[in-house]
């Protein structure tokens, strides 16, 4: 086969072990899918969204419901959107447990912090450009946080907001961080990211003295198992598409409403769970940080993984860092259950 676009973005052999399903999962591959996936449709429906207070609801029913093949292209949207956090996560989680994250891979693990992160705002900022009735509460919470961080809490505000009560205002910032400015982050981390996956030597498997499977691939194998997981995935996000519809409700009207009963997205109930407990930069801010840090810093505080163990699950020679992840996992899930429940 005519070496393709796709082929060079792949060196002409790899190890076999590299490119197993069951050592990657395929979930930063499926992560990468995702983001071209909302690149598409976030700018077809760019060509209907209102960023006006006053119409921006209206223009997301209009392209749910009278648009052709809007409410699916929305769908999509929203779906890989949620898509991509559990997929995310998921590989941070199997970069952790197969201790993949040592030298020379450290610097990589922050870059892909980094993306998560940002893949969170964009799916927070998101979450807001639906303007309806449902995004106040969520939206006065979340940014009145940024107010209670001692000396730059007003200025961070302002950033976010602009001037005035966020709900009458911060629609057009939301827009634009949604759209531009977190948008270009994303790319320039997540390019990094891939670039620095194969600048670090590929997937992380132990050095080949102590490798027993040194098989290689070929590059059009590598392609062809890619093609393969775009080709599931895609029938994924299809099917959840046609039958799941994206919530969408009724636009805000007058003054809008902040109601106690009203639930942030489901990423960030964990800490509106928390929320409840009383000081707001406690638990909305130092403690999310917090748990950032500690994550960010596995690779630079922890001893490095043991070479023979780089690649295989849950390892020995890591047990700290996997008990500190499956902590922090538990903890989350935890607590946005007793938010789901109560
Ligand atoms: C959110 C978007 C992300 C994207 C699009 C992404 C993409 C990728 C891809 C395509 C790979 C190579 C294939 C694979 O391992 O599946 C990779 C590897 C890697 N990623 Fe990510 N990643 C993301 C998030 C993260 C996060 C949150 C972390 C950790 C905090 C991380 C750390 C790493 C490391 C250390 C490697 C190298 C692993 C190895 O060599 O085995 N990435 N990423």
Redesign the pocket.
Known sequence: MRPSFFHHLHPPTIPAV?SRWR??????????L??LILGVTGILEMFYYVPNPQEAALSVQTITYHVPFGGFVRNLHYWSAQL??I???I??L???F?A??GRP??F?????????V??ILLDFTGYILRWDEGICYPLVTGTNLLKTIPLIGDFLFRIAVGGGEACNTALLRFYTWHIFGLTIF?LIL?VW??F??RR??????PPPQLRTDNERISRNELVRREVLQIFVVSIVLILMSIFLPAPIAAAMTGKPIVTEEARAPWFFLWVQQMLKWGDPFLFGVLIPFAVLTL??LI?YILPEPADAD??SWFPKSNRLAQIIIIAIALIVIVLTLMMVLT
Do not use: E, K, W
Request: glycine fraction near 16%.
């Open positions: 590299q050592h990657t999962l395929g979930a930063g591959g499926t992560a990468i995702l983001m991509l956090l997929v995310s996560a590989h941070l199997r970069v952790v197969t993949s994250y891979r450290r990589n693990y922050l870059l892909g912090l980094g993306v998560f940002l893949a994303v997540g990211h891939a620095r996956v670090d030597g590929g997937i992380a498997v994550t960010a690779p780089i690649g």
